[in-house]
């Protein structure tokens, strides 16, 4: 039986070390990262360095832009979702050769998007003029698809 504790215990301190190393590695990672946050999600960790998910927006400078009345292509995702996972490598190169600015809010990292800009599921689309939104397009499209609504929402 003290076999049995023993051995409990070290278990339990090791998933302990565990935990705190991972916690320690998760906050040097999230440390000046464009979220201005101490800690981020595992998921949005690992997108920290990726090309494709720079030119974020914050949360506060969305709604600056829209109470200025300005335009914006603003993509809502999160980095958990397989099909925003998909969408993302279509989405941007064809926002890049079209000239758009298409800023990135992450929901996984600001839950309050979903209720603030009534996004149902992800990805999604949505095209603010004059700081109202006009249009949206949402779930996994063709690169033609995003061609044609970015150049009928220009």
């Known amino acids: ?10 278990v339990i301190v090791i998933f302990g070390a565990l935990a705190v190393v991972t916690n320690i ?3 040097e990672k999230a440390e000046g990262n464009p979220y201005g946050k ?3 999600d595992p998921a949005t960790v690992d997108q920290l360095e990726d090309p494709l998910y720079q030119n974020q927006i914050l ?4 709604e600056e832009m829209l109470s200025n009345e300005e335009d914006a292509f603003v993509y809502f995702y999160s980095p958990t979702c397989i099909h925003c996972k998909n969408t993302t490598p279509v ?3 064809v926002a ?3 000239g758009i600015d298409l800023k990135k809010f992450n929901l996984l ?6 209720n603030d800009y009534a996004i149902e599921s992800t990805p999604t689309l949505v095209r603010f003029k004059d700081g109202k939104e006009v249009d949206r397009i949402v779930g996994t499209q063709s690169e033609d698809t ?3 609504w970015i150049e009928t929402n220009k």
């Open 1 to 10: 039986m003290k076999k049995v504790i023993i051995f409990l215990g070290i």
């Open 25 to 27: 590695s998760n906050s």
């Open 38 to 40: 101490d800690s981020l």
């Open 59 to 62: 949360p506060d400078e969305l």
């Open 91 to 93: 989405l941007v190169p």
């Open 96 to 98: 890049e050769e079209m």
């Open 109 to 114: 990292e600001f839950e309050n998007g979903w």
């Open 146 to 148: 995003f061609k044609q």
